[in-house]
């Protein structure tokens, strides 16, 4: 059973920096992606950023430049480090594990971001 653990998630004033985590549990398959989503109130959740086995990343643009996507080298785990946030990045953070052999998606609980003065 693959589970996803968030942490890090929280109030920080604009121009701030969070920085989010992601612990996987259960067995993976060495193809994989794993990535962060995002929802803000009233919206579809989106991709923000993700990172394949083999360290190819891709962001959102909203995000490209200020939001770091890295995973440990025993890929049981990933981060977000995201800095010069704005109030437009307020939303609930999932991270995402995607199998490329079967295409299973797992989820994590989410975590709270706020950005406010």
């Known amino acids: 059973q693959v589970q996803l653990v968030e942490s890090g998630g929280g109030l920080v004033q604009p121009g701030g920096s969070l920085s989010l985590s992601c612990a996987v549990s259960?067995?993976?398959?060495?193809?994989?992606?794993m990535g962060w989503f995002r929802q803000a109130p009233g919206k579809e959740r989106e991709l923000v950023a993700t990172?394949?086995?083999?360290?190819?990343?891709v962001y959102a643009d909203s995000v490209q430049g200020r939001f770091i996507i890295s995973r440990d080298t025993a890929y049981k785990a990933v981060y977000l480090q995201m800095n010069s946030l704005k109030p437009e990045d307020t939303a609930v953070y999932y991270c995402?594990?995607?199998?490329?052999?079967?295409?299973?998606?797992?989820w994590g609980q989410g975590t709270q971001v706020t950005v406010s003065s």
């Open positions: 995402n594990l995607r199998f490329m052999a079967t295409m299973d998606d797992y």
């Open positions: 259960g067995s993976m398959f060495s193809r994989n992606v």
């Open positions: 990172v394949t086995d083999g360290g190819v990343t």
